[in-house]
């Protein structure tokens, strides 16, 4: 009952807050669906322990690929020979899961109590929050490529849901589109990657696809017949499966939706766009890894766009003014280090960045909350500074994040944050596999953690650091920091999306009421900023304890001796032996150029910020080509716009004017009427209202009649 448990308590309370939220009122939803996450966090470490500190999971058994603990829920679906159960699939893997996503969202339901507190609609948004963390727990607890699908679906409409949630807002409107859309997109190529594998491997469940798979090993890989083309099974099934996974972690491409996500409230990027949602697409790789294996070229695709994410969303991140956004490319970017690990082979090192992103990315996006808080909904950072004096326990909370997140550690021992060692692992292991591809690999990443140190550091110096650059406590005179010139001189008014978040972010929520939590209006944002309540502050200690300490502790058990590794995955997936043993031997400076890449970040952050705060201004003013094209995400919603939008726009408008228009109202639905008008109109006027009319009728009918009657019986 105990797994049950896990995934159905949160299901309950989306019901109860969701159905009856305006009966048993806001405060009792907010209680009920945070103590049923609570309870489930509580068991998923309960499954977890001894799995990574025991003998394994308890109840696990061997079915000749992984040790796994299966829970039958109920009879699904029957087709004919297919007889499809819903199946609770709690091995390793899962287990990792199911922790990643309870923990977070128990202390994220937590946190938006207080974050929450002046909506009047909270009952529907903790309702759609513990809906979410349902549909993710069906997803990580699949048995089947099609319980995977609804789970996977279900994420896909409850963020839509989320980040739609103050919907008078015509930007999270959009946003909540913009996500739905995109995401179809990735998933359209999912669907059709588990049709080919149902039809190549013969199984829609995992268990009877992996045998399958590992069959081909003797009997030789299939081959798919299209337009005269032989083309591998595996690699064209893979290759659509891992489009759907570049759709829901926000790859390369199908990136463009998470930072306008960002649209709704904080808890809800915590929630979905740090530690749970956009991990969908490496954990599904990471599950399907025996079908991976077969197909080396899938794999240096997973490589190069994994590796050209990284690199592309810390460029864009290094300017960006709002600070939920700066977190959101930060997120798009530690998924492309995931994905080069899965794509080399150390699919261990993949999932470790999993576990400990989640901690310190949830870290800072609640961190980044509470500063939203204490600054009466100001997002904009250019308009903040000195920060860390007002709100003291927040800085310390950001501090630790960063930390972690830039990977401050030192090589060869033990000493470091949460994302040392599980990002150090992903270098090593790009640099480890060589070749073309692992050195672009390498170099990238290495690259991308640069600029993640300078955009960290850059985010601290401006939010916490130097004086205060809110407007409103200097008056109307100019702006005393010149590092605000740097965005204000050249802050071009085609880049919407900073300019629009913190207006928007700035006013009330239209229609909801969120507008100041308890700040008064009375002075500047800064003059009023306080620390927040501790509601939203013990989440806070809860997650930077993981972002110190999980790294170190379960650094054995992702990336240390293949052994333990195996030991500790028991089959759930794919272990390279050569890859993590030559990891492990790469040359010294392999190991420290991440660290050398963070210091050098934290070094020009420094420099930039608080040394000489004037560089900034005149280096954009230097470069503004370079300044425009990162300011605006590299132009990709624009190159969407003009290829994919107005296109469809336009013969969206074609079709509706001329075959709807034209043709259905115009020919068919109201020409018919006209001649139905037409005919009844000569038909009314055989009803006449006379009775020697009706009389005359009825004599002609009978003439005809008999005439009709004598000619067929011959007397004619």
């Excluded at 808080?373 to 501090?399: F, S, V």
């Excluded at 100019?478 to 001189?489: R, V």
């Excluded at 009375?522 to 927040?532: I, M, Q």
Aim: charged share 10%; with cysteine; hydrophobic share 50%.
């Amino acid at each position: 009952m105990m797994i049950q448990a896990i995934v159905f308590l949160p299901l309950i309370g989306a019901l109860i807050a969701g159905l009856l939220g305006r009966t048993i009122g806001h405060r009792p939803a907010e209680f009920l669906t945070t103590g049923l996450l609570i309870i489930a966090a509580v068991l998923s470490w309960i499954v977890f322990i001894p799995v990574a500190f025991g003998d394994g999971l308890v109840g696990a058994v061997g079915d000749g690929h992984a040790a796994v603990l299966k829970v039958e829920v109920m009879r699904w679906i029957q087709v004919g020979d297919m007889d499809l159960r819903w199946t609770l699939r709690v091995d390793t893997l899962t287990a990792i899961m199911l922790v990643v996503v309870n923990t977070v969202s128990a202390l994220v339901h937590l946190y938006s109590i207080g974050y929450m507190h002046e909506d009047p609609h909270r009952s529907r948004f903790f309702a759609y929050l513990s809906l979410f963390t349902f549909a993710m727990l069906m997803l990580v607890t699949a048995d089947n490529f099609l319980q995977m699908f609804f789970g996977w679906e279900g994420v896909g409409l409850a963020s839509y849901l989320l980040i739609g949630f103050w919907y008078t807002r015509p930007s999270a409107t959009a946003a909540a589109m913009k996500a739905f859309i995109v995401n179809r997109v990735g998933d359209f190529g999912f669907a059709l990657g588990i049709f080919g594998a149902f039809l190549v491997l013969g199984h829609i469940d995992f268990d009877g696809a992996f045998h399958a798979a590992d069959e081909f090993a003797t009997t030789g890989l299939p081959v798919i017949r299209f337009l005269n083309w032989d083309v591998d099974a595996m690699t064209v099934i893979c290759l659509l499966l891992f489009m759907g996974a570049m759709g829901k972690s926000a790859q390369f491409l199908l990136h463009t939706w998470l930072p306008d996500a960002m649209e709704g409230p904080t808890p809800v990027s915590a929630l979905i766009h740090a530690a749970t949602m956009v991990t969908a697409g490496v954990f599904m790789v990471a599950r399907l890894s025996p079908l991976f294996e077969l197909s080396p070229f899938a794999l240096n695709v997973v490589i190069v766009i994994g590796a050209i994410t990284a690199f592309f969303a810390a460029t864009v991140g290094l300017v960006q003014n709002d600070i939920k956004r700066v977190i959101a490319y930060s997120t798009c970017s530690q998924l492309g280090y995931m994905f080069v690990a899965l794509g080399v082979g150390a699919y261990s090192a993949g999932v470790y960045h999993l576990f400990t992103h989640a901690f310190f990315k949830a870290l800072l996006f609640l961190g980044a909350g509470s500063v939203i808080h204490a600054m009466h909904h100001e997002q904009d950072m250019r308009n903040m500074g000195g920060l860390r004096k007002k709100i003291p326990i927040t800085y310390a909370m950001m501090m630790i994040g960063t930390l972690a997140l830039t990977g401050v550690g030192i090589p060869g021992t033990s000493l470091g944050f949460a994302g040392f060692f599980s990002k150090d692992s992903i270098i090593e292991s790009a640099y480890a596999f060589g070749g073309n591809i692992g050195s672009l690999a390498f170099w990238l990443l290495v690259i991308a953690a640069l600029f993640t140190s300078f955009y960290s550091w850059r985010l601290v110096h401006l939010t916490f650091h130097g004086s205060p650059r809110d407007p409103q406590h200097f008056g109307s005179g100019p702006h005393p920091d010149p590092a605000h010139a740097d965005a204000e001189t050249h802050h071009e008014p085609i880049d919407d999306s900073n300019a629009d978040d913190h207006a928007h972010a700035s006013v009330a929520h239209a229609g909801h009421g969120h507008d100041n939590h308890g700040h008064g209006h009375h002075g500047s944002a800064y003059d009023n900023a306080h620390e927040s309540p501790n509601v939203m502050l013990v989440p806070l200690y809860v997650l930077a304890v993981g972002a110190v300490l999980a790294g170190v502790v379960f650094y054995g058990m992702f990336f240390h001796e293949v052994e333990h590794i195996e030991h500790f995955f028991a089959g759930s997936i794919y272990v390279d032996h050569d890859i993590i043993e030559a990891a492990h031997h790469v040359p010294l400076w392999v190991k420290w150029s991440a660290t050398i890449s963070m210091i050098l970040g934290f070094v020009a952050a420094w420099y930039m910020y608080i040394r000489r705060p004037d560089v900034p201004g005149k280096l954009a003013a230097s470069n503004p080509g370079l300044y425009k094209f990162l300011l605006n995400k590299w132009y990709f919603d624009e190159l969407y716009n003009t290829i994919f939008v107005r296109p469809a726009l336009w013969i969206g408008r074609a079709v509706w004017h001329g075959f709807d228009d034209w043709l259905v109202d115009g020919k068919i639905a109201e020409g018919l009427g006209r001649r139905v008008q037409n005919v009844t109109s000569w038909v009314v006027k055989l009803q006449s209202g006379y009775l020697y009319h009706y009389a005359f009728a009825m004599l002609i009918g009978i003439a005809a009649l008999l005439t009709w009657a004598i000619a067929a019986g011959g007397l004619i």
